[in-house]
């Protein structure tokens, strides 16, 4: 696969843009072997933001921020999307696959029934950075086979606006340029938009889908209301709105993500994310007889 750059982009309207409904500062905790990150999406907001659970935004030029990383840890019941902005990922799972995510990468991973595995993030050039997301499966997917693909930023599809907007389409649709990933049930869109100073970027957004924007570097401006930097804007889900409209007075780096909502109860305990409670269970002593995914 080979990144696709729009020269020009269609024309995309957005006639009524979603509003903020509100702002969230992430919290700062630490994981893994006490990798330091900023939890965006926290639990509290999973069903506000179905079919996301998690976002965390990490990064550092300090080694010992995170220099142990994630040692061998399980999943079951999710995916997740691990996007490196600045320095690198070493990885290895339980099925034998190992690989080295390099900057502007992402790992698509699958977790299904079971997945064991480990990340060692490592500098380059004296930066790491990067944020990871975690997609719900439905009821009908989370005892599916595990699977994941590394894709280079080279195969990355790229869309490059009129206005000077460049657009990296990890996920979804955006100007006519198909991301690097489909989901069905869940139609994920995810995007990292580059803005220069004084663009505008406008992204059609499905009437029904739960969206939300997290500003990375500078701020910028939705529908009126400033997202300053390193925080997380709710979009409304408003039955006229039709997209969002994303404005920046000086440079700004910016996610945009949205999604198809589940709507199925959902039930975690760290690693796994099921439906029921007994699902849970099952999850854990699974893991515990070693019946994961080898």
């Not at 061998?72 to 320095?87: L, N, Q």
């Amino acid at each position: 696969m080979s990144a696709t750059t729009a020269g020009a982009s269609p024309v995309v309207t957005v006639a009524q843009p979603r509003t903020v409904e509100r702002l969230v500062t992430g919290v700062p905790t630490s994981d893994g072997a006490g990798v330091k990150l900023t939890r965006v999406l926290t639990q509290s907001l999973q069903r506000r933001l179905d079919p996301f659970l998690m976002l965390d935004a990490f990064g550092s030029d300090r080694a010992e921020d995170y220099i142990a990383g994630f040692p061998d840890h399980p999943h079951r019941g999710f995916e997740t999307v691990t996007y490196m902005i600045a320095g690198r990922l070493l990885h290895r799972d339980s099925a034998g696959n190992e690989g080295l995510l390099e900057s502007g990468g992402v790992q698509w991973m699958t977790a299904g029934r079971g997945v064991i595995h480990s990340e060692i993030p490592q500098q380059e050039d004296g930066l790491m950075a990067g944020f990871q997301l975690w997609l719900n499966l439905p009821a009908s997917d989370k005892m599916s086979a595990p699977w994941y693909r590394d894709f280079a930023a080279h195969e990355l599809p790229r869309v490059r606006t009129a206005a000077g907007v460049e657009v990296t389409v990890i996920a979804g649709e955006s100007h006519g340029v198909g991301g690097a990933v489909t989901r069905t049930a869940t139609a994920p869109l995810y995007l990292d938009i580059h803005l220069p100073a004084g663009a505008q970027f406008e992204q059609p957004l499905a009437v029904e889908h739960n969206a939300f924007i997290y500003a990375y570097q500078g701020e910028l401006t939705v529908a009126g209301q400033v997202v300053p930097e390193h925080t997380m804007a709710i979009l409304a889900n408003e039955a006229a709105s039709d997209g969002v409209r994303l404005e920046a007075r000086a440079d700004a780096r910016v996610l945009l993500v949205a999604g198809r909502p589940l709507g199925e109860p959902i039930a975690q305990y760290g690693p796994f994310v099921m439906n029921t409670e007994q699902e849970i269970y099952q999850a854990v002593a699974d893991y515990r007889a070693g019946r994961f995914a080898a």
